[in-house]
């Protein structure tokens, strides 16, 4: 399996887009390429993979959420539901695909931003991460360097997660202001 679309070791090229995160119960569910990684969010290692969309890029992959119990992938028209096993539990065709009638993707980022534990965490286009007060504004944790070209922000299991375009993804501790761990997606 290659680790970014470039092949084995290569850098991802600009097809390839970001890991899409989203946080649930004990797990960091991260979709890349065709595949939904299940990632131990103490350790960041891949606990397990699931298809679940045929070959196609994860510039495809409009969203991951994690919602009572079960983890949605969509892409274009297509709705994936997987259980927190990772075992596909429904596949519907969608009328629509979900950004339809709201208007075009944007291509710039302004920057990121997540709210978790009371604090709103901004990612700037240069990899810097900042917790800030939501009433005030001040800054009350960071900055961190995560990383070149940040794309994705999540927030949850008292963590906050960026997605890096080269498909990697990095989990902050927001008590200590360090890196805990940096995983390295694979690319199908």
Not at 161 to 170: E, I, K, Y
């Amino acid at each position: 399996m290659a680790t970014a679309c470039g092949g084995d070791g290569e850098p991802a090229c600009s097809e390839c887009g970001p890991p899409r995160i989203a946080v649930g119960e004990d797990a960091v569910w991260v979709a890349q390429g065709a595949d939904l990684h299940r990632l131990d969010p103490a350790t960041g290692e891949i606990t397990r993979t699931t298809t679940v969309l045929p070959a196609r890029r994860s510039s495809d992959i409009e969203s991951v959420a994690v919602r009572d119990g079960l983890v949605r992938v969509t892409a274009g028209r297509t709705a994936v539901l997987v259980d927190a096993g990772g075992v596909v539990v429904r596949r519907t065709r969608l009328d629509r695909p979900p950004s339809a009638g709201i208007g075009h993707r944007p291509t710039a980022r302004a920057g990121l931003v997540a709210i978790g534990d009371g604090v709103v965490w901004t990612l700037t286009d240069d990899g810097t991460l900042t917790g800030r007060e939501p009433g005030s504004g001040r800054a009350v944790a960071g900055p961190v360097d995560v990383g070149d070209d940040p794309r994705t922000l999540a927030t949850g299991d008292a963590a906050v997660f960026a997605g890096l375009r080269h498909p990697s993804v990095v989990r902050v501790d927001p008590a200590s202001g360090r890196i805990a761990w940096r995983r390295d997606i694979p690319y199908s």
